[in-house]
């Protein structure tokens, strides 16, 4: 028996103790890093995400009750939903991402409910498991609603039910958060996304010479109680002070000269320093593109590098662990770069390493990092995923 079929009997027991029947259909929906070009996409930047092998997966069936019931593994919590208490406010729990997509997802209609019982292995914060959620629910209320299962070629779609996704997290959770997360998840594989027009681009993979060692600093952060929506703020404020240019586009993809002249005419040194950040990211997506096309890992690892730098100094979202835990992978010798990814304030990091080095590699930072922050990091090879999918079972 394959590990897949193990895994799903166990969770159909699960389920069945929790609901009194059988699962019908599993979604998986994947976490994701951020290779390169951060804090970007709610500018209007360009970035590189990679989904990986760790996922949400939720196991549900249809009940032909109105009621949609969702029982969370992770917080051994069942919660109940009525889809058309469309009044109700977030709460500040797990919950307010059902009752959010539910609500902004349009499920309106009676008998559409369904049992769900999920679980997933992202534990680590910066790999978007509250999108990966949110990426799961919208696959399975569509298919709820429609009963239709959403095909793994139907792009356009796909980005559709992503805007959903980013509109349940910005009006009714109530973060900030730009479209990478969900895009990521909903295409899968390595991409590289304009999110000023959505367009993306499959990207050649790593190559197999190498991988990316994903590093979890084991201190979490959420979003909400982050300085995310600060920055966010922050970068309003910057475009709201250069009303005269065509920051419709985006503050991340204006030209050279436009750049040059917002960062001459910014007084405060925060402000400046904020921009700095979003140009400079900008120009480094373009050129680890470049650098993975030609095959150069080390140029795309200096870039990695580089990218932390900005992070850290000129955006401020970067924070000790994530700090001593990208120097001690430098330090290492054996990676060619490391920088922090997703939110950052917390959660994970990521290294650039050949395959032949990942062990020493990760011996040497899990001792380093130990030793100065006295936490255990766990370290492990960021394996790309598919998209987020749904399986009759
Ligand atoms: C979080 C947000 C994304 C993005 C990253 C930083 O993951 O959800 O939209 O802004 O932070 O790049």
Redesign the pocket.
């Known amino acids: 028996m394959t590990e897949k079929i193990v895994q799903h009997r166990q969770a159909a027991d699960q389920f069945y103790k929790v609901f009194g029947e059988q699962p019908t259909h599993v979604a998986q929906a994947p976490g994701r890093i951020?290779v390169i070009?951060?804090?970007?996409?709610?500018c209007g930047g360009l970035?590189m995400p990679m989904t990986i092998k760790q996922q949400t997966r939720g196991y549900y069936r249809f009940t032909g009750r109105s009621e949609v019931r969702v029982f969370s593994d992770r917080f051994d919590a069942l919660n109940r939903f009525n889809p058309l208490d469309v009044m109700r406010l977030p709460s500040g729990s797990w919950g307010d991402y059902v009752q959010g997509l539910l609500k902004i997802g349009a499920h309106r209609q009676l008998g559409r409910g369904f049992d769900l019982w999920l679980t997933s292995d992202l534990s680590g914060g910066?790999l978007?498991s509250s999108?990966s959620l949110l990426a799961l629910l919208a696959m399975v209320n569509h298919h709820a609603l429609s009963e239709q299962i959403v095909d793994d070629s139907n792009s356009s779609f796909r980005l559709t039910l992503a805007l959903l996704c980013q509109q349940v997290?910005n009006n009714f959770v109530g973060?900030p958060?730009?479209?990478?997360?969900p895009v990521s998840i909903l295409m899968g594989g390595l991409i590289k996304l304009d999110c000023r027009t959505l367009k993306f681009e499959r990207l050649r993979p790593i190559p197999e010479s190498h991988c990316l060692v994903v590093m979890d600093t084991g201190m979490p952060r959420t979003?909400a109680a982050s300085g995310?929506a600060e920055r966010v703020r922050e970068i309003a404020q910057i475009e709201s002070f250069h009303s005269g240019v065509n920051h419709r586009q985006g503050l991340a993809q204006l030209d050279a000269g436009t750049a040059d002249s917002i960062l001459s005419g910014l007084s405060d040194p925060k402000l400046k320093a904020r921009a700095r950040h979003i140009f400079s990211e900008q120009a480094r997506v373009e050129k680890a593109a470049e650098a993975l096309s030609e095959g150069n890992l080390s140029r795309l690892g200096h870039l990695m590098n580089e990218s932390h730098r900005s992070l850290s100094e000129d955006y401020q979202v970067s924070c000790g662990p994530l700090d001593q835990i990208t120097q001690a992978s430098r330090d290492s010798g054996l990676a060619l770069g490391a920088r922090m990814t997703?939110?950052?304030f917390g959660g994970c990091a990521i290294a650039l390493v050949a395959k032949i080095d990942v062990e020493q590699h990760n011996a040497v930072v899990a001792a380093s990092y130990q030793k100065q922050t006295g936490v255990k990091p766990m370290l492990l090879i960021a394996e790309s995923g598919n998209g987020a999918r749904i399986d009759a079972l």
């Open positions: 951020n070009g951060e804090h970007i996409d709610y970035v910066g978007s999108a997290e973060v958060s730009g479209v990478m997360d979003l995310y997703g939110a950052g």
